[in-house]
């Protein structure tokens, strides 16, 4: 019998209970990225980039131009003063080219075929007013698509992932490094630029599958053999790390699995998240919640998902989302346990804590431990049954909802059902209105 938790018919707490189901992709959709505050972009392996209206569904664009899959999306705002602000979107491919797209429009603005590898990452750094592109070296382009300077060649494994940091810096993942860069504007006016390699950090055991930033103060990654590092953003010391997430002796109120051997895809870090207070991980099937003050685990649902967790999110309330390879996509609520007041250790032949005056001194400890630290759990309360394959990633639109997509080649959109009836009645009464067939009487 699985230990994953289930939920029934009633989903009170679940506002998502109309779906629609939009099509065009012909094969895995991997990627969801956000344009604006209505419009979104997926891409995924048939090397097609889609736009789509996240209120109505409505297809917007089908941009060709990539031959073979789609490795990296990232939007891109251009704002020069001279010209009101423009939607651009960035799309790296297995076919070693990046293509800059106009989302007003769906056209292709340029097209740059001068990688010698694929590009895993595209990232777009605000303040310096530049974008990179990460392969096996780094490049540094700026918005008129010039390139500024690249790397030397890395690894032939390449940039897994980019995150900004403070002082012109930027942090990239090179299987099990870090490499911290800087980049450096010349003073003199001209377009030239520098980037040096300043620090590798080396702490990881295995591959780094995860990067985060969670404000210009720390950024925190995860490996596939489940290592959590939180790392200082200024000076990259290490702060502090989780490595036994799968340890039942860490979590003593999750029932231990017995298991004669611990496979990585159990314990591998394959997604995090952030907000200011706690880390968001997703760790083989389960997810859980690192608080960076305290520098420990408050929270796990340690059987999440009936297969590994690819995406989690954190929701303005005090919510998550999850999706995973089993096709589901679930909601979580972070709640605090009551906790019971202290009561006198039994003793006797049918004492239920153990024997012996040493045992009892260990649950006072443990007792007042409890009472001083506030514990918290996570609680299912939607489960968006819609998906017939693996639910690779989602994109929250708050009161639009939620858009997920799969490797059943859809994309689905989530609504509230009340808010969308409400607004299908409203619709209705001023049609009604304007037709004059609404007779008002006072």
């Not at 704002?79 to 009101?84: T, V």
């Not at 001083?372 to 996570?378: A, H, S, V």
């Not at 990633?393 to 994309?411: K, N, P, Q, R, V």
Request: aromatic share 8%; hydrophobic share 40%; charged share 20%.
């Amino acid at each position: 019998k699985s230990s994953v938790q289930t939920i029934g018919e009633e989903q009170i707490q679940n506002p998502y209970t109309e779906l629609l189901v939009l099509k065009g992709h012909q094969d895995i959709v991997r990627f969801l990225v956000q344009i604006d505050d209505c419009r979104f972009a997926s891409a995924g392996d048939d090397g097609i980039v889609f736009l789509w209206n996240a209120q109505t569904g409505e297809k917007l664009f089908e941009l060709h131009g990539h031959t073979h899959k789609i490795t990296a999306i990232a939007p891109f705002s251009s704002s020069d003063a001279s010209e009101e602000k423009k939607h651009l979107l960035l799309t790296a491919s297995a076919d070693r080219t990046v293509i800059v797209w106009d989302c007003t429009s769906g056209t292709q603005v340029q097209k740059m075929p001068c990688f010698h590898s694929t590009v895993k990452c595209l990232t777009v750094l605000q303040r310096l007013d530049v974008w990179l592109s990460g392969g096996s070296d780094l490049c540094v382009w700026n918005r008129k698509l010039d390139l500024l300077c690249k790397t030397s060649h890395l690894t032939d494994a390449g940039i897994s992932a980019l995150v900004e940091l403070p002082k012109n810096c930027v942090v990239a993942a090179v299987g099990k490094e870090l490499i911290i860069f800087r980049l450096i504007a010349s003073n003199d006016g001209s377009e030239g630029w520098n980037i040096l390699e300043v620090r590798r950090l080396v702490d990881h055991q295995d591959n780094i599958l995860s990067l985060v930033g969670v404000n210009d103060l720390t950024f925190v990654t995860g490996s596939h053999v489940g290592e959590l590092i939180v790392w200082d953003a200024l000076d990259w010391t290490k702060q502090a790390s989780e490595c036994n997430f799968w340890d039942s002796s860490v979590h003593p109120d999750v029932q231990p699995e017995i298991k004669l051997s611990q496979s990585p895809n159990e314990t591998s870090v394959q997604h995090l998240t952030s907000d200011d207070e706690c880390v968001f991980a997703a760790v083989g099937k389960g997810i859980y919640v690192y608080n960076l003050q305290m520098k420990r685990v408050i929270a796990c649902q340690r059987t999440a998902h009936d297969s590994s967790v690819l995406h989690i999110e954190k929701l303005p309330n005090r919510q998550l989302i999850s999706c995973s390879e089993d096709g589901s996509v679930r909601i979580w609520e972070l709640r605090e346990k009551q906790q019971l007041a202290a009561e006198p250790v039994p003793t006797g032949f049918f004492n239920m804590w153990g024997f012996g005056r040493a045992n009892k001194q260990a649950n006072q400890a443990a007792k007042k431990m409890q009472e001083n630290t506030p514990m918290y759990f996570l609680e299912l309360v939607g489960d968006l049954i819609g998906h017939s394959s693996a639910v690779q990633m989602f994109l929250y639109f708050g009161e639009l909802g939620l858009a997920t997509c799969s490797a059943d080649h859809l994309i689905i959109l989530w609504k509230d059902g009340e808010r969308e009836s409400r607004l299908r009645s409203l619709t209705l009464f001023q049609k009604l209105a304007q037709n004059g067939n609404l007779q008002l009487k006072f």
